[in-house]
C-alpha cells in the first residue's frame, strides 16, 4: 500500500481566503501592490484566490503588525487575518490538499510486548478519538469491556466522566470531542502514540498514523485492510497470562487443558481475517457505559 505524499504547490493563484472589507484594507495597508486583487471597492465578505508565497506574506506581515496595533478593532482584524491566512495555508500542503469529505486516515496498529507481533492496518474517516477507539477495538478484536485512554505528545486522552478518578490534579484531554484530524501532523507525516485498554491486564498499543489519502467512490469505510494473528481472551492476565494460556491450550496432558477450553473453547492464535473484522468495524462495538 502507497500512501500519497503530498508537496507545496508553488505559485499558484488557487488558495482561498475569506476576508471582510475592513480586514482587506488592513491587508491592503500592509501590501498596497494587492489592492487590485483585494476588491476594496466592494462590501462585505469576500473570498480571494492568492498565490501561497502572497498568503505567506500577508501572514508575516499581519504577526509583525499586531504588536503595534493602534487600537482594539485593528488588533482583531490582524488576528483574523493571521487565522484566515494560516488556514489556507495549511490546506494547501499536507493533509489539506484532500477535502475533508473525501480524506482518509490510515493507522497501523500493533499490540506492544507480544510476539509473533498481533496487529492491524486499517482506514478511517475522521471522527471523534471516542469513535477511533472503538474502531481500534473491533480492529483488535476487544469487547469494549474495560476502561481506555490515549497518551499522545505527553497527553492523556479519555472520557473525563469515566476516567476521573476523584484526586485534584486529574487531568485529560477530552476524547469525546477531540477528533482525529486535530492530532495528526498537517503535513502528513508518519506520528505515533499510545492506546491502552484495559488498566488490569494492561494492553498497551502502539498506534501509527501513516498517512492521508482519498477515498475510493467504490468502497465503504471504515476499512480492515491487513494484519496479523488474533487477539488474546479478553481478561486473560496481559501478556504473561496469555502466554500461560497458549501453553496450557497447546498441551492436551496440561491439568488444565480440558479446564481452559471449555472456559474460551478452541483457540488459533494465529487466525485472522481481514474481511471478517472489517464487517466488525462497520457493525460497531456497544457502549461499555451501558452495563454499568
Not at 486516515?105 to 507481533?117: A, G, S
Not at 502502539?206 to 498517512?211: P, Q
Request: charged share 25%.
Amino acid at each position: 500500500m502507497t500512501i500519497k505524499k503530498f508537496g507545496r504547490r508553488m505559485s499558484e493563484p488557487t488558495l482561498n481566503a475569506r476576508f471582510t472589507h475592513a480586514q482587506r484594507r488592513v491587508v491592503g495597508e500592509l501590501m498596497p501592490h494587492l489592492a487590485d486583487q483585494l476588491l476594496l471597492d466592494t462590501s462585505n465578505q469576500r473570498t480571494l484566490a492568492f498565490a501561497l508565497e502572497e498568503l505567506e506574506a500577508i501572514q508575516q506581515k499581519a504577526h509583525e503588525a499586531i504588536r503595534h496595533a493602534a487600537n482594539g478593532i485593528v488588533r482583531n482584524s490582524l488576528r483574523h487575518i493571521i487565522d484566515a491566512t494560516t488556514k489556507a495555508i495549511e490546506n494547501s500542503e499536507g493533509i489539506g490538499v484532500i477535502s475533508s469529505s473525501e480524506r482518509l486516515y490510515q493507522f497501523k496498529i500493533t499490540l506492544m510486548d507480544w510476539e509473533p507481533l498481533i496487529w492491524r492496518r486499517i482506514q478511517v474517516k475522521n471522527s471523534t478519538l471516542d469513535k477511533f477507539h472503538e474502531h481500534i477495538q473491533s480492529a483488535m478484536g476487544w469487547t469494549n469491556s474495560h476502561l481506555h485512554q490515549f497518551e499522545i505528545d505527553g497527553e492523556r486522552y479519555g472520557d473525563p466522566e469515566i476516567l476521573d478518578d476523584g484526586f485534584a490534579d486529574f487531568h485529560c484531554v477530552d476524547s469525546t470531542v477531540t477528533k482525529i484530524s486535530a492530532i495528526v501532523p498537517k503535513d502528513g507525516s508518519r506520528f505515533g502514540f499510545i492506546y491502552q485498554y484495559d488498566f488490569g491486564d494492561n494492553w498497551v498499543h502502539e498506534v501509527v498514523f501513516e498517512g492521508c489519502l482519498c477515498t475510493d467512490p467504490g468502497q465503504r469505510y471504515p476499512l480492515c485492510l491487513e494484519g496479523e494473528s488474533a487477539c488474546p481472551p479478553e481478561d486473560i492476565g496481559g501478556v504473561w497470562g496469555y502466554a500461560e494460556f497458549l501453553e496450557v491450550i497447546g498441551d492436551p496432558k496440561h491439568e488444565q487443558h480440558q479446564e481452559f477450553l471449555e472456559w474460551r473453547g478452541p483457540f488459533a492464535p494465529e487466525e485472522f481475517d481481514a474481511g471478517k473484522t472489517t464487517k466488525l468495524m462497520r457493525r460497531g462495538l456497544p457502549d461499555w457505559r451501558q452495563s454499568l
